[in-house]
């Protein structure tokens, strides 16, 4: 029974060790000499010239959302073109269904103007 989860286990092993070998050769085998440059806060190159608590346009997390939700629907499209035979005609109208309501959404968006920038 436990060896059906095998590979799973490897899977997670497998990203473990990409993700964070490259991190620790990266630590291990890098200088380490700081200094006040280095250690300062660093800030698209500039010196920062206003407080860092400033309220930001509320535009930057809606296009984030925005993202996020558009993101989601294709991370949806790929399970189900990969089974869509299995499901049949039912699978295929789902999918409609729930591509008709994202498209709903996104062009309600447009025509309130979130997709536009200054």
Do not use: Q, T
Not at 54 to 63: C, S, T, W
């Amino acid at each position: 029974m436990l060896e059906n989860y095998f590979p799973i286990l490897l899977f997670i092993l497998v990203g473990l060790g990409v993700g964070v070998g490259p991190m620790v050769v990266g630590w291990l085998l890098g200088p380490h000499r700081p200094d006040a440059e280095k250690m300062s806060p660093y800030e698209c190159g500039f010196e920062a010239f206003e407080d860092a608590r400033m309220k930001f346009d509320v535009r930057y997390y809606l296009v984030a959302i925005l993202f996020i939700l558009f993101d989601l629907e294709i991370a949806f499209l790929f399970p189900w073109a990969v089974v869509l035979e299995e499901l049949g005609m039912f699978g295929f109208v789902s999918m409609v269904i729930f591509l008709g309501i994202l498209v709903v959404g996104f062009v309600y968006e447009w025509m309130k103007g979130a997709l536009d920038w200054e």
